[in-house]
C-alpha cells in the first residue's frame, strides 16, 4: 500500500488511527503489528510469510545470540542469522542478476527464474541484520518480547521504504510511548509536507522527466533540464517518503531519525552524503566500513575499505550495473576528495557548490539511466553542441509550463522555506495560518490523487 | 491550541471523506469524464491471491470518492493558476475554447491512413468518382504559437502526396475557430454552410435548402469533463429542414432517424446527429429524383455534415472504418458508380491505427 494513495489516507488511517487510539496501552502494540502486517499483506500477499519469519527467526537469533554471548557458538549463530537473512535479500534481490550476468561471461543459458521482488525487503533485512549484529556485540540487549520485536521489524510508517530504523532507537518507545497533542499534530505536519513532496513536486516533476525525453529533437537544453528535472523528483520523492514515514510515526509517540539533511546545498560530496539518505550510510559505515578498519589503515586498506562500502552502496539500491557503476562514482569522486580537493573546496565555496551540483547531477543520470549505454549518451548529450540544438519550441513549451514547478522545487530544496517558518512561530495568526496551511495541502494532495491514476513510489523497487 | 486545531482537523478531513465515501452510495458512470467507474471489487482468495482484489479496490477507492468532479477541479486550478502550468493532462483553455493537445505527427500513422485509403480505392473503388477531404482539428486556428501542436502543413502535404490520383477539397481556408464547439472537438453544424459550398463547387452539386435552427442549450462537450473546469456549455444548434421528413434512415440494418433528440442530455450530446457513432448508416432522400448516390468514408464529423448534403443526393451511404473492417463492408455495400467523399479529421489522420483492415 502507498501512503500517497486515496486507500491509506482515506480508509487504513482513518480505521487504524481510531482502533490504536480507542484501545488501551497494552494493547497498542498488537493493533500495530496486525495493521502493518496487513498493510504489507495489501501490497505483499505473497511474500507476508517472509516478514513473518524474518519477525520469528531474528527474534530467537538474537535470543540465542545473548544466551551465548561471548562464545564460539554465538559466533556461529551469528554467522547462520547473517547467511540465513542475505540469502533470503541475494535470492530475491541478485539471483536474476547473476544469472543474466553469469549468461552473458560464459554463454550459456540458464533460464531467468520468476522471482518477484518483495518489497521492502532492503530496509527490514538491513533492520534485522544491524539488531542482530548489535545483539551479537553486545551493543543492545536482545528483545525478550516478540510481540514487541515483531512491532518493530514490520511497523507499517517504515517498512516498505525506510528510514532504516535501528532497534535502539525505539527500544524504549516500544515498551512505553506516550502520543500528545504536540507529537500527533507536529506527525501530522509532517506527514504532509512529506506526501506533497512526493504527489505535488516529485510525481509532477516525474511528468516533466517524460516530456523532456520524450521529446522528438532532444536540445542541450532539454538533456539539462532533465538532469535537474531527475535528481529533484529522487530527492522529493525520497525524502517524500522519509517524511511521511517520521510524521506517522510521531503521530504514534515514536522518534525516528532523520534521513535527510537538504542534500542538494552540500558543499561537497562527503558532505552531500552526510545529508542522504542518512540511515543507509551511517549504517553501511557503523557495519561495513568501521568492522574493515575506516581510514585508521594503510592508504591502499582505506582505498579498499571505502571502495567496498560504495559498492555495496550501489548494489543496495539494484540488481542492475548502473547502481552498482553508481556506488562506485561517489568512491571515486569521494577518494578524489579526500586526496585532492577537500582544502580547495572548503575555500571556494562558490565553486564548491557547483562542483558538488554538476557531481550529483550526473549521479542521478546514472542512477536512474537504463542500459550503461544510454547513460553515456544522456551525458554526452549534456555537452554535444556539434550535433544538438540548443533549443527548440517543445523544449520552450515545457521549459514555461514546468518553470514555476521548477523554481518552487528547487526553494523547496533548500531550508529556506523551513527558516522563514520557524521564524513566524511566535505570531499569534500562526495558530490558524498552519492548520489551514496544512490542511489545505492535504486536500490538494487528495485532489491530485484522484486525478492520477498510477503512482509508484521510485523507492519501492529497493 | 495550534496543535489541538492541526490534530482535529486532520482527524476531521480523514475521518469525514472515510465515512462520506462509505456512506454515499456507488455511482456506476462518470458522465465528466465519459466511462464506467470501478465497483466494489468481488473479493476472493484468488483475487486476493493476485492482488487484482487489492488493485480493483485502489481503484474503486479513486473512482467512487465523494467530490470527485471537484477534487480534480480543484488540481485543475493548481495545475494553472499555482504552478502556471500551459496544459492539465494535456488539456488547455484559450479564449473560451478547450484544447485538447495533438502532438507530434505521428508519421507512422499518417502514411498508414494512406496506404489504408489507397487499397480502399484499389478494391472497391476502381469506378467511382473520388474525392478526399482533410478536417483541421480546432488546434489548427490556436493562435497562440507557444502551444505544441501538430505541423499541418506538412500533415496535409504528405497527405496529398500519397493520395494525390484522388481529387482533393480543400477546407482549412473556409473553417475558422467558432465553427468549432467550445468544450468539444467538433465542428458546429449550424456554421458548415461554407463547407457545404466547397464541396458542391468541386462535387457538382448546389444546396439551396432552407434550414431552421433547433437549439439544446447545456452541451458538455467531450473536453468538458477532461478540462474539469467550471465553463460555460455550449448551445447545440440542429438544423431542420421540411426535406427531412420524408428522408430514411437505416443505421445498421435498423430504422433510425437524422437527429436522434433522445441523445440529447446523454452522456454525448452530439450522438444527436444520426445517433453517434456506428459502422453503417444509410440516408435515402424520396424527394430527390437525381438517381445520384454518394459513399462517405468518414469520422465524427461526417454525422453533422451528412444531413446538410442529403437534398443533393438519393442516397448517402456513411462507412466509418473504425466500427467495421473491409470484410463486413463488403458484404452490406455495393460499389457502383456512385460518388466517393473520404472524409476525415487530421486527428484520426494522426491516430490512424483505429481505422480497420
Known sequence: MLFSSVTFLYYFLPIFLLIYFVIPSKGKNLVLLLFSLFFYFYGEPKYIWILIFSCIFNFYMGKFLEKNFHTKKATYLFIFSLLVN????????????????????????????????????????????GYIIDVYRGKVTCSHNILHFATYVTLFPQLVAGPIVRYQTVEEELRKRKTTYETFSKGVGRFVIGLSKKVLLANVLGECCNAFMGLSVPTILSTWLHAIAVT????????????MAIGLGLMLGF????????????????????????????????????????????????????????????????????????????????????????????????????????????????????????????IIHLFDFKNLPFMNHETLYYMRSYGVLFMIAVIASTPILTNFVNRLQNKKWIIWVEPIYYMGLLLICTAFLIDASFNPFLYFRF | MKEKVITFSFIFIIGGFFLLNVITPDKDVSWSERRTYQLFPEINWKQIQNKNAMNSFDQYALDQFVLRDTFRSLKAHVVFNLFHQLDNNQIFVKDGYIFKSEYPNNEESIKRFIEKIKKLKSQYLLHNKIY???????NY?????????????????????????????????????????HTDTHWRQERLDKVVTR???????ISSTNYSEKIYKSFYGVYYGQAALQLKPDDLVYLESDEFKNVIVDNYEKESVLYNIDKLGSMDSYDVFLSGSTPLVTIENPNQKNGKELIIFRD??????????????????????????TKAMEKLVTFKEQDVLILYSTLLINNSISIKD
Open chain 1, 255 to 378: 522518534h525516528f531519525l532523520e534521513n535527510f539533511n537538504y542534500p542538494l546545498i552540500a558543499s561537497s560530496i562527503t558532505d552531500f552524503w552526510r545529508r542522504w539518505h542518512i540511515s543507509l550510510s551511517s549504517w553501511l559505515k557503523d557495519y561495513i566500513y568501521i568492522p574493515l578498519g575506516g581510514s585508521r589503515v594503510l592508504r591502499w586498506k582505506w582505498i579498499r575499505n571505502i571502495l567496498i562500502v560504495w559498492f555495496c552502496t550501489g548494489f543496495w539500491h539494484g540488481a542492475e550495473w548502473n547502481f552498482i557503476l553508481w556506488g562506485l562514482y561517489f568512491a571515486l569522486l569521494l577518494l578524489f576528495e579526500k586526496i585532492f580537493l577537500k582544502k580547495f573546496l572548503q575555500n571556494h565555496k562558490v565553486i564548491a557548490h557547483i562542483y558538488t551540483l554538476f557531481c550529483i547531477l550526473i549521479s542521478f543520470l546514472i542512477f536512474n539511466g537504463e542500459g550503461l549505454g544510454n547513460i553515456g549518451n544522456e
Open chain 2, 132 to 138: 478526399y477531404s482533410i478536417i483541421p482539428d480546432k
Open chain 2, 199 to 205: 464541396l458542391g463547387q468541386q462535387m457538382g452539386f
Open chain 1, 232 to 243: 529533484l523528483q529522487i530527492y522529493f520523492d525520497f525524502s517524500g517518503y522519509s517524511d
Open chain 2, 300 to 325: 465524427s464529423y461526417g454525422s453533422s455534415l451528412a444531413p446538410l448534403l442529403i437534398s443533393s443526393y438519393s442516397k448517402i451511404i456513411l462507412i466509418d472504418l473504425r466500427y467495421m473492417n
Open chain 2, 141 to 181: 486556428y490556436l493562435k497562440d504559437s507557444i502551444y505544441l501542436n501538430l505541423n499541418y502543413d506538412d500533415l496535409y502535404q504528405t497527405v496529398r502526396e500519397g493520395l494525390s490520383e484522388l481529387e482533393y477539397i480543400e477546407l482549412r481556408d473556409v473553417l475558422s475557430l467558432e465553427d468549432y464547439y
Open chain 1, 86 to 129: 542475505f540469502g533470503l535479500l541475494f535470492y530475491f534481490k541478485y539471483t536474476n542478476f547473476a544469472i543474466r550476468n553469469i549468461n552473458s561471461i560464459l554463454g550459456l543459458n540458464i533460464p531467468i527464474l520468476q522471482i518477484v521482488l518483495p518489497i521492502g525487503i532492503s530496509f527490514f533485512t538491513f533492520q534485522t541484520v
